[in-house]
């Protein structure tokens, strides 16, 4: 049980190092504000999701969704 916990733990700070890699490689949301006025039908307003800032958005939600799901099963009271 202590390796299974050891290598959770290792995935988990992998996870955490990744995530805020990802993180701060984002656009700000200021560059959104064009959005406003209409200037969202572009080439790239309409494929984001094929850019590569819809990659990091995508691999963020992964990220953060592994980075929850590691935490509550790090947090169990098997591991104690």
């Given at each position: 049980?202590?390796?299974?916990?050891?290598?959770?733990?290792?995935?988990?700070?992998?996870?955490?190092?990744?995530?805020?890699?990802?993180?701060?490689?984002?656009?700000?949301?200021?560059?959104?504000?064009?959005?406003?006025?209409?200037?969202?039908?572009?080439?790239?307003?309409?494929?984001?999701?094929?850019?590569?800032?819809?990659?990091?958005?995508?691999?963020t939600?992964?990220?953060?969704?592994?980075?929850?799901?590691?935490?509550?099963v790090?947090?169990?009271?098997?591991?104690?």
């Amino acid at each position: 049980m202590e390796i299974l916990k050891t290598v959770l733990l290792i995935i988990f700070a992998i996870d955490c190092i990744a995530l805020t890699i990802i993180v701060l490689m984002q656009e700000g949301k200021a560059a959104g504000l064009g959005t406003i006025a209409g200037a969202a039908d572009t080439y790239w307003g309409h494929n984001k999701g094929r850019s590569m800032e819809g990659a990091l958005v995508k691999s963020t939600k992964f990220l953060a969704i592994l980075f929850i799901v590691l935490a509550a099963v790090l947090n169990l009271k098997v591991f104690a």
